[in-house]
């Protein structure tokens, strides 16, 4: 079962996730119960993201150059993998009070990831480690600030802010189908306010009856304008049962 999101003639009334996003809608007039709202969407988000026991397979593509990788979701924590140079290794997220933390493994350790680490291309890409773990969706500022058509289709659109100094965000803005709850657009921004990164999912798949990314593009700018400097293309499957 798919969905399209550039004619969107079909859409699954259920939860998306990721990159598995559920996402369940609320509107408010003030802005408190607009931030509460926020946050209750972003629960839904998280739920959908951590407490999923699956496993995707799929590849960066970017420049006709194919990257394998693995997602795999077990309670609190997401690891994801790469296959380069005949070889798996990546890294993993936890969950925790609250808070998405990055880590790598060193001579058999976790090990925090460097701060300056986290904003970083992995194998040259246009995806960063914070785009792939979509680590902003746990930033504690968030709020509803409005509505915008993405595709034709009406979308509530929040706004969140970067917490700290780590990655290069410091604003993210995310839009969210009004009636289905599916994830249409990111774009994120610097501390200058400029454009660096957008996000379009493109198509979902259905996995454990929960809706989650197929397919999306990640569109990287040059600060200050609207040129696209580079293009890269996620794409997911649901895995077959074995180890790596």
Not at 10 to 18: D, H, I, M, N, S
Not at 165 to 174: E, K
Not at 185 to 204: C, I, M
Not at 214 to 240: H, Q
Request: aromatic share 10%; with cysteine; charged share 25%.
């Amino acid at each position: 079962m798919k969905c399209y999101f550039p004619s969107m003639t079909k859409v699954l009334p259920a939860a998306g996730c990721f990159v598995l996003m559920a996402i369940g809608l609320l509107c408010s007039a003030t802005l408190v119960r607009a931030d509460d709202a926020a946050e209750r969407l972003l629960e839904s988000v998280r739920y959908g993201a951590t407490l999923q026991k699956s496993r995707l397979e799929g590849h960066l593509r970017k420049d006709g150059k194919r990257t394998p990788l693995t997602l795999t979701m077990m309670g609190e924590n997401i690891s994801f993998q790469f296959y380069t140079q005949k070889k798996w290794s990546g890294f993993h997220m936890q969950m925790k009070q609250g808070e998405a933390k990055l880590f790598e493994t060193l001579q058999g350790k976790a090990v925090p990831f460097p701060a300056k680490k986290i904003g970083q291309a992995v194998l040259g890409s246009d995806v960063t480690y914070e785009d792939l773990s979509l680590r902003f969706l746990y930033w504690k500022d968030a709020t509803i600030i409005g509505q915008e058509k993405i595709k034709m289709q009406h979308c509530h659109k929040i706004r969140l802010r970067n917490p700290g100094q780590d990655g290069r965000y410091s604003l993210v803005y995310i839009w969210v189908h009004q009636k289905f709850g599916a994830l249409m657009q990111v774009a994120g921004y610097n501390r200058n306010g400029q454009l660096l990164k957008r996000f379009h999912v493109t198509e979902l798949m259905t996995v454990k009856k929960v809706q989650t990314l197929k397919k999306m593009n990640v569109e990287t700018y040059k600060p200050g304008t609207n040129k696209v400097t580079g293009v890269t293309y996620l794409e997911f499957k649901e895995a077959k049962r074995r180890g790596l």
